[in-house]
């Protein structure tokens, strides 16, 4: 890609975000519980959990991660802004099997977001999940990339969406570079939430152009790209995560929603609204959302007081 074509489509996505301040609906009544996200991790992207309730969110503006232990009513600083050479973090994963947290930490000046160092391009970094220490970092082989999100497949390879490519990459067990998985112009709307249905098939969304795609998967090797029908339109979708049989999925305008797969048809269904939605993420019955209000960063209008940022929730039963 050419500096020309990489500006335009830095600049797809600030106009995407810009428009969105406008569009982000009041949170509704409904949600059960909330965390209060402190202004030193301002503008949460990410957002995972581990088995017993502990979340872990990171921040577009100032980097790290930060902590809720379970039943804590605000978010601590954990990962230190700037640590292991990270800057601006945005997908999170928390793999308890093996004891780690993947970030996605990127260079995000073209967004308006400077982060708290340096440190140029993007890249996966992973970290103790018990010490927080950082162990392994890889950066995105394209240029210029943004790592958006993250999931583990049935494979026990990490995935990982870059959206400013139409590739998703994979980091097979034990590997050190990440390998471009699939390119395809099909998915040049902006990468962004992926995760693994329970036919195997990895599902994706694109952010600006708000489609979900299926890509079929068979021993860990792409096949067939598959635009599904949407029962209604979705708008700058975000976060996605398997839940049982079907999926959660927030988009940046404000629902949270299931989504069910049949064939090449996508029902979605919204159960509350957020302000600002970008992360989503599931213990027990508890939903819980980020709201990182991100769009509030690119409205030309906005003052320079930073607003208020929470994780809230929705209970639902079980799957």
């Not at 949600?31 to 969110?57: N, R, W």
């Not at 809720?68 to 973090?89: C, H, K």
Request: aromatic share 6%; hydrophobic share 40%.
């Amino acid at each position: 890609m050419d500096r020309k074509s990489s500006r335009l489509r830095f600049g797809t996505l600030l106009f995407a975000l810009a428009l969105l301040a406008g569009l982000a609906p009041a949170h509704a009544d409904g949600a059960k519980k909330e965390v209060v996200v402190p202004s030193s991790s301002s503008y949460p992207e990410g957002l995972t959990a581990t088995a017993d309730g502990t979340l872990y969110i990171s921040s577009m503006t100032n980097g790290g991660v930060a902590r809720v232990e379970p039943g804590a009513a605000e978010a601590e600083a954990w990962i230190a802004p700037g640590a292991f050479e990270t800057r601006s973090t945005f997908g999170v994963l928390a793999d308890e099997q093996a004891g780690k947290l993947w970030v996605c930490s990127n260079d995000a000046t073209p967004l308006g977001v400077t982060g708290p160092t340096r440190t140029e391009g993007a890249h996966v970094k992973r970290f103790d999940l018990k010490t927080g220490a950082g162990d392994f970092s890889v950066r995105l082989p394209s240029s210029p990339s943004l790592c958006n999100d993250l999931v583990i497949g049935p494979d026990g390879a990490l995935y990982v969406t870059n959206t400013l490519q139409p590739e998703i990459l994979r980091l097979e067990e034990g590997a050190s570079e990440l390998d471009v998985w699939v390119r395809d112009e099909t998915l040049a709307g902006g990468l962004d939430g992926l995760a693994f249905g329970p036919d195997g098939n990895l599902y994706v969304n694109t952010f600006m152009s708000g489609q979900l795609f299926r890509i079929d998967v068979a021993d860990g090797t792409p096949g067939a790209i598959t635009k599904l029908e949407l029962s209604r339109p979705l708008r700058f979708p975000d976060g996605l995560k398997r839940d049982g049989s079907s999926f959660l999925l927030v988009e940046g305008v404000g629902p949270l929603s299931t989504v069910r797969i049949d064939g090449d048809a996508a029902t979605i269904e919204t159960i509350e609204e957020f302000t600002g939605p970008s992360g989503v993420t599931r213990v027990g019955d508890t939903v819980w959302v980020s709201e990182g209000r991100i769009t509030s960063l690119m409205d030309p209008n906005r003052t320079e007081e930073i607003p208020e940022f929470r994780l809230r929730s929705v209970e639902l039963p079980t799957r």
